[in-house]
């Protein structure tokens, strides 16, 4: 896979673990699924970093926790989206990032900034892609009378939700259900579904050293 400018790189060798940062903006459930599913030594990745853009994340005191390295890069501190972003990619870089975890990152990110990254990128999305693409998806399924609903795992790519999914997760649609219920259903089944599926996108690449 290519390197995006000025990260990764370096000696590898066969069954290492790729150097996996996770960007977040919130609670950081899916984040601390991941970093405590590294925590095996047999997983294909360690995650090196966990960044928020919003110093208030609670999921940076989660990452903490577990002894994961955080930092905030604060969007609102930045003239434009792209001073933002290259700041972003520069303490990736520093920190000798080789593939990146959106995990309830709720920033839109720019063409350029993805390009950087691309094919080393991947996000959780909670609904069953192509289905919702952007906000309030548990409340768009229950309005469509969605009889099941979920999670997808796809390589990010310019335009928004709509990279190769790599894995979903399906849960039902109960009746009763609100915005609130289905999204604590579908909240258990990304947080199965997310380490695993980054453990099978990442273990080729941690074997090919
Ligand atoms: C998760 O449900 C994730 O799928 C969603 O935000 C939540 C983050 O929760 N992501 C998006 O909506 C991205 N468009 P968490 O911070 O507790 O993992």
Do not use: K
């Not at 110093?55 to 989206?81: C, D, K, N, Q, W």
């Amino acid at each position: 896979m290519p390197e995006p400018d000025g990260a990764g790189g370096g000696p590898t060798r066969p069954g290492r673990r790729v150097r996996l940062a996770i960007l977040i903006s919130g609670r950081g459930s899916n984040m601390e699924a991941i970093a405590r599913a590294a925590q095996a030594s047999d997983y294909p990745a360690e995650v090196v970093l966990v960044v928020s853009n919003r110093a208030e994340a609670a999921g940076l005191a989660r990452a903490a926790a577990l002894g994961v390295p955080t930092a905030v890069v604060p969007h609102r501190e930045f003239p434009s989206r792209e001073a933002f972003e290259e700041a972003l990619h520069a303490l990736l870089a520093a920190h000798r990032v080789e593939a990146v975890a959106l995990a309830g990152f709720m920033r839109v990110l720019t063409e350029g900034f993805v390009r950087r990254w691309e094919g080393r990128m991947v996000n959780i999305h909670p609904s069953l892609l192509p289905l919702y693409p952007g906000l309030d998806t548990h409340a768009r399924a229950l309005a469509a009378g969605d009889r099941e609903a979920g999670a997808t795992v796809h390589l990010v790519t310019p335009v928004l939700d709509s990279g190769p999914v790599l894995a979903q997760a399906r849960v039902p649609v109960l009746p009763g259900d609100t915005p609130e219920t289905l999204a604590a259903r579908v909240l258990e089944a990304e947080l199965a579904l997310y380490p695993r599926a980054i453990a099978d996108w990442l273990r080729p690449w941690a074997a090919a050293g």
